[in-house]
């Protein structure tokens, strides 16, 4: 029996040392904070993600007769096909190859070679040496930011872990949440992809003018790629369209700011753009693959980034020359970096821009508040770095660290896996603004600088990502703190003691309170 946590009623034990004492007082003191306490306790609740939960093959709660071709086959496809809806939300090689091999393992098929490629999923069961092995395959043919999607998979794989699911049910309900509809209407999404680009115009300094045409513009964005999606045009060229269209509205900005006597930067309104455009690619998962030992992956995801930036600045060049040759102006740059004037409105616009990025991916309504949380604490985390005179690219890494850390905790809380909060959380922080002046300064023959930002962008998108997989590898580690370890959660034992004179206590604070209580007795 610990002397920190008493049962109630019971006596406190005698041999209680000088140290006991002080932990007594000092537990005695923590009623002074019960907000704080309970608020971490909510936040670091035992309900962990499933990424997190997943460590090793678990017994078989219900194994199946290998011997049997069907039930093995539909185990396989099961297996497989909640690795496809893992791998197409984003999530890197390793987490979907464990998510894979423990569906598999529940069932009784623990010896598997997983195999996990960009667009492709094998598994390899082996039955034994008097059976063949098993064997299936699955192409991944779409990439989904359906981020409510991917948290009924791991409230799914959840169920099959604590229960005894059967393969039929299990892929009954697979199949419930696959063709299940989006929880929110098409047009939130739209919303939600407006809303973030006047968000991250406010976080770079524009007014409301500026975060207005955001707004609009994005809508527009959104709604041609939604019409060119139709006819099959591939992302490449979509991307082309989306930064022309991006482009546009800020050259006829910048011609009409000086005869009206605008004060405005049009630039930022570019820079929304590439933003938004750059936050539904897969950079979290192309580094994290690097990281964590899948080269093939990481480099297909990788090569797909960089040719869908590659459209984006293309659409963008496309729209200025246009602009250029018509007698228009092109938006300059202020090579301004981001400071803590007004910090509460950035903090503000670096909330409302992960909860608007994860409203436009379907997140499920307690995440957002999640996500939303992230992207302040990531924000403020990014401004203060940089403020103590580190460059963006150290800023950034700091600042995803520490959202991957946290948003790896909340999520725990909120039932969504920690790839929802991450990934929403460093969406303020992409660097559209630095390809904008990258792309500006080559348009103008200034190779260096040009040179230079573009590759500051590129540091920074791979900080970002390095910084999220680091983030939820201290979360994974690190699961909880010593004292939830001790007691089971952050809340304050009950102590209850029975009133005793001085002399008895007295007698406690001994360090050697057995002799302490023999002469207390012999003297009284």
């Known amino acids: 029996m610990g002397s920190d946590a008493l049962s109630g009623g019971e006596d406190v034990d005698p041999r209680i040392d000088e140290l006991g004492g002080r932990r007594a007082r000092w537990w005695r003191r923590a009623p002074r904070i019960p907000v704080v306490s309970q608020a971490v306790g909510r936040l670091v609740a035992d309900r962990q993600a499933t990424a997190d ?3 090793a093959a678990p017994t078989p709660l219900q194994p199946i007769d290998l011997a049997d071709d069907a039930r093995v086959a539909e185990v396989l496809d099961l297996a497989v096909r909640v690795g496809e809806v893992v791998l197409a939300s984003g999530t890197g090689v390793i987490d979907t190859t464990t998510q894979v091999r423990f569906i598999a393992a529940t069932y009784g098929l623990s010896r598997c070679s997983i195999d996990v490629t960009y ?21 991944v043919h779409y990439r989904s930011l359906d981020f409510t999607r991917l948290a009924a998979v791991d409230r799914l794989t959840r169920r099959i872990r604590n229960e005894v699911v059967p393969p039929e049910d299990a892929r009954a309900a697979l199949d419930a949440i696959t063709s299940a509809p989006h929880p929110y209407h098409r047009w939130m999404a739209t919303f939600g ?9 406010a976080l770079l300094g524009g007014g409301v003018l500026v975060a207005a045409i955001s707004f609009a513009t994005t809508l527009a964005i959104d709604r041609a790629n939604r019409v060119l999606n139709r006819f099959g045009l591939p992302f490449f060229f979509q991307h082309m369209v989306g930064g022309a269209i991006a482009a546009a509205p800020a050259v006829v900005l910048a011609t009409l700011a000086g005869p009206l006597h605008i004060d405005v930067d049009p630039t930022l309104i570019i820079a929304a753009g590439i933003t938004v455009l750059l936050s539904g690619l897969q950079l979290v998962g192309a580094v994290q693959d690097a990281i964590t030992g ?7 995801r990788m090569l797909e980034v960089v040719m869908m930036t590659g459209g984006i600045i293309a659409g963008i060049t496309v729209a200025l020359r246009i602009g250029d040759l018509l007698g228009a102006t092109v938006p300059p740059v202020y090579l301004a970096s981001r400071d803590i004037t007004d910090l509460a409105v950035k903090v503000l616009a670096g909330a409302v ?55 790896g905790l909340m999520a725990r809380r909120a039932l969504t896996p920690p790839l929802v909060v991450a990934v929403a959380g460093i969406t303020p922080l992409l660097p559209g603004l630095s390809v904008y002046r990258g792309l500006y300064a080559l348009l103008n023959d200034e190779l260096l600088i040009g040179a230079n930002q573009l590759l500051a962008a590129i540091g920074v998108g791979c900080a970002l990502a390095a910084g999220v997989t680091l983030g939820e590898w201290f979360d994974r580690t690190v699961r909880r703190p010593r004292i939830l370890s001790r007691f089971g959660a952050l809340r304050r034992p009950i102590v209850r003691r029975r009133r005793a004179d001085r002399g008895f206590r007295a007698a406690l604070r001994d360090s050697r309170a057995t002799s302490a209580m023999t002469r207390y007795r012999r003297t009284n």
Do not use: H, K, N
């Open 353 to 407: 821009a992960t909860l608007a990025f994860a409203l436009a991916c379907y997140a499920e309504r307690r995440a957002l508040a999640a996500a939303a949380c992230s992207g302040a604490a990531g924000t403020i985390c990014y401004l203060l770095v940089q403020q103590t005179g580190f460059g963006p690219v150290v800023s950034s890494g700091v600042a995803a660290t520490l959202v991957g850390l946290a948003g």
């Open 53 to 55: 939960t997943i460590v």
């Open 294 to 300: 899948a080269p093939i992956t990481a480099s297909a």
């Open 193 to 201: 992809w407006s809303l973030l680009a006047a968000a991250i115009a």
């Open 119 to 139: 667009d492709a999923i094998r598994i390899w069961a082996d039955r034994g040496p008097e059976l063949p092995p098993a064997s299936t395959m699955r192409i």
